[in-house]
Structures are given as C-alpha cells and as structure tokens.
C-alpha cells in the first residue's frame, strides 16, 4: 500500500493543474542558459582573445565560416590582391582545415597565385576565322584565299572599253590586246624564244595582274576566310587618263569615288583596310600630290586617310611611305608553263658575251644630279662597252629585238637613275641574263625587296654616283677587277631569279615556278597575317616611323629595331628631292612622259 505524502508537493499541484508547468520553473531554466553562454562569450573575449596566437585563431575561425557560403563574400571581391574562388556548391563540405605542413607551404602557394594571375580577357577578332584556315593540313588553300571585290565596271572594265583615252601619247588599245600583254612578238632576228614574247607596254601592270588574279587557285566569295582582298581598281589607267589638262578636282574623282565606295562595304570593317591591296602599274609619284594647286602633278590617292590603310603595288614605291610596295616593270616575256622558263634559262647560260659592260640610254642634259652624260662617255672611249644611244631619234633603241640583243652579249649593264629612280631597262637586262649595275640604292635595293634578294651582291655591282659625278671613278676598271669566279657566281644568280620577275601568261598558268605574280600575293598575304597576329597579341610597333620606311624593309627575318644605316645619305629626304611632290619627284613623272611619246609609233 503506497504511502501519501503529509504535506503538498509541486508534483501535487501539477497533477491538480491537469499536467501543465509553473512559469517559475521555466524562468529559472532560461536563467541558467543565459549564465552558461555569459561564460561563453567571457571565457572567448577575455581569456582566448589576450592569447598571442588569437589572431590566426579567429583569421582560421573566418576561413572556415567563409568556406560554408554558396558565392564569395563582398569583402574577398572587394579586394583586387586577392584571387576569387569558384563558389562552392551547397552540397559540399567545407574545405578540411589546413594541416601545419600545408600551412608552411602556404607562401609557395601565394606565390603561384601571383604568378598564375586571372586571365586577361582578350578580345575576339572577325579575321580569326581567316587565320585558322591556316591550321587545316589537309586544305591547300588554307591560309592563302583571296577575297576579290566585284568593284562597279567604272573602276575598271569601262576604263579597257575607252582605251583610246588612257594615255595623251600612245594609243593603249593595242598594248590591252591578249589580257593585256600586248601584240605578240615575231622572233625574224632568233633573238627570243618561239612563243611567249609580247611588245608590253611598261604601265600595263595594272590589267595584267587584275587578269593574273582572275587564274589565282586560292580565290574565295566567303571573306570572312581571305587572307588578304583585293582591289581590281585599275589606278595607273585612272590617273593616266587625267594626267594633262585636266584639274585636280576630275584627277580625284575616282580615287574619292572608290573609297567612297569601299568604306561601305562589310569586308572593309574587318581591319579599316589594313588587308586590302590594289596595283597601280605607275610610278608612285603619279599617285602622291602634296597640294591642291592646279599646277601639282598627279591625284592624291595614296594620301587620302583611308587609301593609307590599303597597301598599293607600284613600279616603284616611296622610300618614306609605308603604304606602297614596288613590284617588277613587266618584261617582253611571258611564259605559260614551266618548260618555256627553263629552256630560257638554259639559253642565257650558254650564251657568249663579248661586251664587258653596255649601256642604252639618253643623257639628262637638263638635271645636273644626272649621271647619265658621264656613263655615256666611259662607254664611247671604252673597247669593251657598246652603247646604244636614245636621244638621236633612233627607233632601235624602242625595238626589243635590238635592245635584248645587246643585254644577252654583255657581261655588265649599266642601270643608272631613269626619270625617277627606277627604270624598266634593269628587269630587262636581268631576263637576257645581264649582271645589273646600279647607282642609286633607290633604282632597285629599297624598291623590290620582296623579289631580289636583300644581298644585293650576290646578283649586282653597286657604284655610289657621287664617284662617277666627279670623275674619279672608272666604271671600266671596276667592273674588270671582279673575279671572274664571281662573275660566273652573280651571273647564275642573275638567271634563276629570272622567274620571278617576269609576269606568266594571264591565261596560263606556271606548274610551280612562282612568278612576279606569286611572289607579290605572297607577300601581302604574309604581310596582313604577320600584322593580325599582332593585333591578337598586342604587339604591333608602336615606335615605327615612317620616313624610315626603307630602312624597316631590308630589315632581316627577326630583326626589330633600325638605326643609322650607310645609305643615309641618299635618301635623306631632302626639300627638292623625292619627297616633295612639287618638286623634283613631280618632274620626274612629267619627264616619264617623254618615253611614251617618243613611243606613240
């Protein structure tokens, strides 16, 4: 029998209560918790915190807390020092704390965080898609289509149909037969080889290359995969048509019209320009009017902003300009396959040379830097020089036959300053086999670099004019005391560069020789590759300067900088030489005129 309590307990009043608890003992619970965590945070702030080590505790304390959320917290982002995380998955563990080993490998760690800093964000170019072209093995176009712009017949075809008006001088229509390489050649004296020899006219580049381009293999109607596009603007017949009586205003018309035309069209804003190239078959001064006096020569289409961007081929280019690139003069021979080169060739090495030296020219009566009058009399007192003399009105000095004649019986030919630097006798005289001799590192040195070698003594004899200006020179001497091995040496060097000075048939097509053609297209597109890559990498030249243009381009593979250079001299831009085209670059062109007259038969 149970036994009941005498007086009245707290499980007494519960029970009479119906079970519920008296809010005396749940304030005494809370009471007892507040006091347990009251000696938490003291024991924490007071003891803890006055420990030498309780920094690290709490910078462990906030790792781990942070570790546990899902994105970085604004105080980590905040700070550029410090690299961000990915953010980790709510379903993760947070990272295990770092053993002491880890932790002294902490600074190595940081250091590679350093090293390692987040990517730069690099900006993604619509030609890339052009460069990886370049990547596929199995595509043999790959890295080398052209882009041709289908430009309104005005900028060309039109242009061929008015032949009669290309030139004040010379009917052109005659030199635009058979793609523009001219009425075929008869062979009456064997001086050439069966086929292949046209009478082409030295400014018809412009028509040959454009119907070169039309056979080129790697052509493309997708941009976005061209290497470089081109421009079928015949620019030498544009400016050939105005060049006398006309004013500035219709001389600029079509250069303003087809940049006009260009700027507008999507393939230009991949690169501003920077991948076009067009050719204009004529010196470049015809192309570079300073002023806008009426009296000036030529148009201004290679100083108009958006022409700057372009790269042009010339006969011959500006030494201060890094906007043109000279190109061969055409020859009178233009092969259509391999075999014709090489029986050439073949025949220019056999053949025997009597003549130490030769000359074909006029003198410059009228310009007192001319050498010319001085060249003209070595050669007449010499035994061994022949001289073919264009001044007294004979036509065989304007007959291929005559003229390829004497260049295949000399050892050496003269190849001084013509109207402007350069002149089409030099690419002449190389095709028969001749050693060339310059005077002027601008006939040929600084011009064509993509097609010569840049050692200039392996195929020519280079004499500074000023020696010959002031008659202590003997060309003859000279050219006697180089070793006859050396002779053989430049002469054979001479004939295998043969191909890639000539322009192939535009109807054919050369088996693998390349040609002047090839060499160009080449060229630029290496160029425009060579200037995408930069682009991409951040890495174009900011310190290039333009004047010294020539300099920059007989720059070896690798090499970046430029400096004082021994041709300094001659090309030191002075006020009434070459650079001013007012001035003595401006005559030159008029004077080129005088060929195409004494031509006009």
Same mark, same amino acid.
């Given at each position: 029998m149970r036994r009941r309590s005498v007086l009245p307990s707290h499980h007494d009043d519960m029970e009479k209560g119906g079970g519920k608890p008296a809010s005396s003992r749940l304030c005494f619970l809370a009471t007892l918790c507040a006091m347990f965590w009251v000696l938490i945070f003291y024991f924490h702030f007071a003891v803890v915190g006055n420990e030498p080590d309780a920094p690290t505790a709490r910078a462990a304390e906030v790792r781990i807390a942070r570790a546990d959320l899902p994105f970085p917290v604004p105080d980590a982002?905040?700070?550029p020092g410090l690299p961000l995380a990915p953010p980790a998955r709510v379903s993760e563990p947070p990272p295990p704390v770092a053993r002491a080993e880890e932790e002294e490998e902490e600074p190595a760690a940081g250091a590679r965080q350093e090293e390692e800093a987040p990517p730069k964000v690099v900006a993604s170019y619509s030609f890339e898609r052009a460069l990886k072209t370049a990547e596929n093995k199995s595509d043999p176009c790959g890295g080398r289509y052209i882009y041709v712009h289908e430009l309104p017949p005005r900028f060309n075809d039109d242009m061929l149909r008015d032949c009669k008006k290309l030139s004040v001088w010379t009917n052109m229509c005659r030199f635009m037969s058979n793609d523009g390489l001219g009425p075929p050649l008869g062979n009456e004296d064997g001086v050439f080889s069966n086929t292949g020899w046209y009478g082409t006219n030295q400014f018809s580049v412009d028509v040959i290359f454009a119907n070169r381009m039309k056979q080129y293999e790697c052509l493309t109607k997708d941009s976005?995969?061209?290497?470089?596009?081109?421009?079928?603007?015949?620019?030498?017949?544009?400016?050939?048509? /105005?060049? *006398?009586? /006309? #004013?500035?205003?219709?001389?600029?018309?079509?250069?303003?019209?087809?940049?006009?035309?260009?700027?507008?069209?999507?393939? *230009? #804003?991949?690169?501003?320009g920077r991948d076009h190239f067009l050719v204009g078959g004529r010196i470049t001064w015809d192309f570079r009017r300073l002023t806008e006096e009426e009296s000036d020569w030529g148009n201004k289409l290679l100083f108009l902003p958006a022409a700057k961007n372009m790269s042009m081929l010339v006969v011959e280019s500006s030494p201060w300009n890094a906007n043109d690139f000279g190109i061969p003069y055409p020859t009178y021979f233009h092969p259509s396959k391999d075999a014709d080169v090489f029986l050439w060739q073949d025949r220019m090495r056999s053949l025997e040379r009597p003549w130490l030296f030769s000359f074909a020219g006029a003198p410059r009566p009228g310009d007192p830097k001319s050498i010319r009058g001085q060249l003209i009399d070595q050669c007449r007192s010499s035994s061994v020089c022949k001289l073919?003399? $264009?001044?007294?009105?004979?036509?065989? $000095?304007? +007959?291929?036959?005559?003229?390829?004649?004497?260049? =295949? +019986? +000399?050892?050496? $030919?003269?190849?001084? =300053?013509?109207? +402007? /630097?350069?002149?089409?006798?030099?690419?002449?005289?190389?095709?028969?086999?001749c050693i060339p001799v310059f005077f002027h590192p601008g006939s040929a040195y600084v011009q064509y670099t993509w097609h010569l070698p840049k050692n200039y003594t392996r195929y020519s004899v280079f004499i500074p004019e000023d020696g010959v200006r002031s008659g202590n020179v003997s060309i003859e001497e000279m050219l006697k005391s180089v070793h006859p091995d050396v002779v053989k040496n430049m002469r054979e060097e001479v004939i295998n560069l043969i191909p890639r000075i000539i322009y192939a048939d535009p109807r054919a097509k050369l088996e693998t020789l390349k040609d002047a053609f090839d060499v160009a297209v080449e060229a630029i597109i290496n160029k425009v590759t060579k200037l995408r890559r930069d682009i991409i990498a951040d890495r174009e030249d900011k310190d290039f300067v333009e004047e010294n243009s020539w300099k920059y381009d007989l720059l070896e593979d690798g090499q970046q900088?430029?400096?004082?250079?021994?041709?300094?001299?001659?090309?030191?831009?002075?006020?009434?030489?070459?650079?001013?085209?007012?001035s003595s670059s401006a005559e030159a062109a008029k004077n080129s005129w005088k060929i195409e007259q004494r031509d006009r038969n």
């Open positions: 982002a905040s700070d976005s995969i061209a290497a470089a596009v081109f421009v079928p603007f015949y620019a030498g017949f544009d400016v050939a048509r /105005y060049l *006398w009586g /006309y #004013n500035i205003s219709v001389r600029d018309a079509a250069p303003l019209d087809l940049v006009d035309w260009l700027m507008k069209r999507p393939e *230009w #804003n991949v690169m501003g073919l003399e $264009c001044d007294l009105g004979e036509s065989k $000095c304007h +007959s291929p036959s005559t003229i390829m004649k004497m260049f =295949q +019986s +000399s050892l050496f $030919c003269l190849q001084p =300053q013509g109207d +402007s /630097y350069t002149r089409r006798s030099a690419f002449d005289s190389m095709l028969a086999g900088t430029i400096g004082p250079h021994e041709w300094d001299p001659f090309f030191s831009k002075p006020k009434d030489k070459g650079g001013d085209s007012s």
